[in-house]
């Protein structure tokens, strides 16, 4: 099993170009998230998907937007890329959400490392 | 205030000894807790979990929680070199999609 399996794993941008960091998982997980990762804030959240269909803000959206395609894969989208959005990008997905922690548990895919000059 | 603070750190312990890792939360509503570690360049992997007031163990790591302190620690007893990492702690409401983290604790296991 791949379990999360992110796209690319690097990318260089300038400033006001576009891109897509691709997901994927293979757990038949249910929830989806992607997260960004900056030294000394830990991880924060962008979006999440709970289900299929469902696409919610996280802690911070801001200059991002989201697609959940299928169950399998969540795709997140910079329009316009800033060098603020310089980070680490981690996709992670869920069994689902529940009143049992397991289904809470979080597995992610490698990373993608993001740099906008 | 952050959602959840933990000491940054390094913290440097050496071989063989017990490194403690301390984590507060400020949301009351908080219900799972979680210790996720992450070498460096990698991404994190799931510790443990403990979801109820006092102690739990598996293997060398034992999680503490105490919820009325809002409270939450990671036990790594016989510390090993391999066990130098950024140790994340993780809060969640039960039912919740919105799993807060911590900014992590380096820790140093020195040989």
């Known amino acids: 099993n791949a379990g999360v399996t992110q796209t690319p794993k690097f990318q260089v941008l300038k400033t006001g170009q576009s891109m897509t960091l691709q997901c994927a998982q293979d757990m038949n997980h249910n929830s989806m998230y992607w997260y960004r990762q900056d030294p000394g804030m830990g991880l924060r959240l962008i979006y999440y998907s709970a289900s299929e269909g469902t696409t919610d803000k996280g802690e911070v959206p801001n200059g991002y937007n989201v697609s959940r395609l299928n169950k399998r894969e969540f795709s997140l989208r910079l329009e316009s890329a800033a060098p603020s959005q310089t980070s680490v990008y981690f996709c992670a997905s869920s069994q689902s959400q529940g009143a049992d922690p397991r289904a809470n548990v979080l597995t992610f895919g490698a990373g993608s490392r993001l740099t906008v000059l | 205030q952050k959602e959840v603070e933990q000491n940054s750190g390094p913290l440097s312990v050496p071989e063989g000894a017990i490194a403690s890792l301390n984590c507060t939360y400020s949301?009351?509503?908080?219900?799972?807790f979680f210790w996720y570690r992450q070498y460096s360049g990698k991404s994190p992997e799931l510790i443990m979990f403990i979801y109820s007031n006092g102690d739990k163990e598996d293997g060398r790591f034992t999680a503490q929680l105490n919820k009325a302190s809002q409270y939450v620690s990671l036990l790594i007893r016989d510390s090993q070199p391999s066990d130098s990492a950024t140790y994340l702690c993780?809060?969640?409401?039960?039912?919740?999609?919105?799993?807060?983290f911590g900014a992590g604790t380096r820790l140093f296991v020195k040989a």
């Open positions: 949301d009351r509503g908080s219900q799972s």
């Open positions: 993780a809060v969640n409401r039960n039912g919740g999609f919105k799993t807060i």
